[in-house]
């Protein structure tokens, strides 16, 4: 029965990490420009405008340059490329989890897991650290990523559970 959570965990953490990396809300700030309401919301690879005047309402997005200016630009590069890589590494570790007869791809798995985690944390870490502008607030976007890393600790507690289970259950039936 872990084993089935588990794969659900780790799969529900992938896709909150792959949606929250790819839409445009890791912050988002609205008001007035003008007299007119306005609001702007930005991601890793995105950001969008939206404002309205005389009824008409307006939204644009433009994708964010790979050569960001400054020490913002290079901050946001990397907090791009640990998200991807975060995802890349708990791909590894679903598939590893379906892999149950060989230890070599168990062992992969777990570390895979770990530093798979580990880089989804430094990517939130990084965006609320240094790249997120003071009087915005964190978006949807933000909230999901931080939504992988929780599923993915529930999926990490699984695992050990379904582990210490098989464990227990090899010590029962060897004292018998």
């Known amino acids: 029965m872990h084993q089935i959570i588990t794969k659900s965990l780790l799969l529900l953490t992938i896709v909150l990490a792959i949606v929250a990396i790819a839409t445009p809300d890791w912050e988002v700030k609205s008001g007035t420009v003008l007299g007119q309401a306005a609001s702007a919301n930005m991601g890793l690879f995105k950001a969008c405008g939206e404002g309205s005047a005389g009824g008409v ?3 644009s997005c433009a994708s964010i340059p790979a050569s960001g200016s400054g020490d913002k630009g290079k ?3 990397a907090c791009q490329g ?8 708990l791909f590894v570790a679903l598939g590893c989890e379906f892999a149950e007869g060989y230890k070599s791809c168990r062992m992969i798995g777990a570390v895979s897991y770990v530093v798979g985690l580990i880089l989804m944390i430094a990517c ?5 650290a240094k790249i997120k502008q003071s ?10 990523a931080i939504g992988a890393v929780v599923a993915g600790v529930l999926a990490g507690v699984s695992a050990v559970l379904s582990g210490a289970g098989g464990n227990l259950r090899l010590h029962r039936q060897s004292a018998v």
């Open 124 to 128: 939130l870490a990084l965006y609320g």
């Open 135 to 144: 009087g915005t607030n964190y978006g949807y976007s933000f909230d999901l």
């Open 82 to 89: 640990l998200g991807i890589a975060s995802v890349c590494f």
């Open 75 to 77: 901050d946001l590069k």
């Open 57 to 59: 309402t307006a939204t």
